[in-house]
């Protein structure tokens, strides 16, 4: 069976960038934000029974820009297998 979902919400993000020489940290930056989300779904799903399914979907997920990335919508696509049961 096929199927599509959608959802949003918020992405917390959390970050420490620290650069260092052979022995000794140079210096270090941390960042924290919380920005809204978006996400689809694509699957295709099968019954093993009436209480347990396979699914395999595919993911789109987007963000608003996080610090310091400079890319106007960061995002990432995933393919997923899932098993689901009652």
């Not at 924290?32 to 209480?51: E, N, S």
Request: aromatic share 14%; charged share 10%; glycine share 8%.
């Amino acid at each position: 069976f096929p199927y599509l979902g959608a959802g949003i919400g918020i992405a917390h993000n959390q970050n420490y960038l620290r650069f260092t020489d052979r022995f000794m940290t140079l210096t270090h930056q941390s960042w924290t934000q919380t920005k809204p989300a978006v996400q689809g779904i694509f699957g295709l799903g099968y019954f093993l029974d009436d209480l347990t399914t396979v699914s395999l979907e595919l993911r789109h997920f987007l963000t608003k820009t996080s610090a310091p990335i400079n890319d106007s919508h960061p995002s990432f696509t995933s393919i997923n297998i899932t098993f689901n049961g009652s």
